[in-house]
């Protein structure tokens, strides 16, 4: 039988009419079950209010359609809310579905409430920054950013000529916080000795949105010599990147998928969010979904990092960061986190 998976989009349009004083609801009518089905697989994606246009909830609504690529009675449902007023509405009315996905770290408050108020149907939360409570019919996805940033550390350590690297971050959240002991652990792991800067975002100012601040603090630690340079955290991480390229110093990404730009780009650290929705899709589908927080790291191919095609990435250097990352993969090499 050849696999159909029948998608429909809920969305959420505003209707302003004159003299009206509200506004209304109105979803887009769901296409009829796939014939010949005796039960359909149902699934409720809710994106956050930049929808498709934020990468994680694009890549995790790509992992839903991987995995239900050759399910012919799977049906996916894309919520996307116009308002996070509108966040627990949405989840809540997928509430009798086979599982509901919260696609992002911005629905974790709505999506454990609505988990805690709908016990006989499973829910999934996507990376959230912060662990949330348990809940029995809830599995949280995290990501080992610290694996892949472990490995950008010790690219960093590989590559520096001054043997001085550094990192920007965001505001000293637990994500920070993991993703700069690995980058550290990693630097240190590959050259003893090296000295290793970092700056966390200060106060004050949009977490992960301040790129002005990661620009200048880029600028500041190639000016006390530092060569190789790790920007993570939002458009505050992509800000310490172009201040890098500016000072003509090496840099590494952090995000979702490869990036080139800018020039100064040796490597992008990457967590594969739509492998990990796959997995989870695929284990709801089989009747083995498990709440809790499940780690998703090397071992299960969901974070690496990806190299590109600098003259300084020899031959040697990729292979010792295979190495690398296969004793971070076996648990036999400690980020530090």
């Given amino acids: 039988m050849t696999a159909s998976v029948l998608v429909s989009i809920v969305c959420i349009l505003l209707l302003v009419q004159a003299g009206a004083s509200g506004t209304h609801q109105a979803p887009v009518p769901s296409p009829t079950a796939t014939p010949g089905c005796a039960k359909i697989f149902r699934l409720g994606f809710v994106a956050d209010i930049a929808g498709l246009g934020s990468s994680v909830d694009a890549a995790g609504w790509r992992g839903v359609g991987q995995a239900l690529r050759d399910v012919p009675c799977g049906r996916a449902d894309l919520g996307l809310p116009a308002r996070p007023s509108q966040y627990r509405a949405m989840l809540q009315a997928y509430a009798g579905y086979d599982l509901v996905i919260a696609g992002s770290f911005l629905l974790t408050d709505p999506v454990v409430d609505i988990a805690r108020a709908n016990p006989d ?7 959230p920054l912060v662990t949330p409570p348990t809940v029995p019919n809830l599995q949280v996805l995290t990501f080992r950013s610290d694996q892949a940033a472990f490995l950008a550390g010790a690219l960093a350590g590989m590559v520096t000529r001054t043997g001085v690297v550094a990192g920007v971050y965001g505001p000293d959240g637990a994500m920070d916080r993991s993703n700069r002991l690995g980058f550290e652990h990693g630097a240190r792991y590959v050259r003893p000795g090296i000295r290793v800067l970092g700056a966390y975002q200060p106060a004050g100012s949009e977490p992960y949105a ?9 600028g500041a630690f190639a000016s006390q010599y530092a060569d190789v340079l790790f920007g993570a955290g939002g458009t505050t991480g992509q800000g310490a990147l172009r201040g890098a390229q500016q000072a003509g110093i090496a840099c590494i990404n952090e995000d979702l998928a490869a990036s080139s730009d800018p020039v100064c780009v040796l ?12 997995m989870a899709v695929a284990e709801a589908i089989a009747g083995q979904l498990h709440s809790g927080v499940r780690f998703l790291g090397l071992a299960e191919r969901a974070v690496g990092l990806t190299l590109g095609n600098d003259r300084r ?3 040697e250097i990729r292979a010792r960061l295979d190495a690398i990352a296969d004793l971070l993969a076996a648990e036999s090499l400690a980020t530090g986190s």
Avoid: C, M
């Fill in 267 to 278: 490597a992008t650290s990457v967590e594969f969010i739509d492998r990990g929705v796959q």
């Fill in 210 to 218: 301040n790129p002005v601040w990661g620009a200048d603090q880029a």
């Fill in 313 to 315: 990435l020899t031959s």
């Fill in 121 to 127: 149907t499973h829910f999934v939360l996507v990376d």
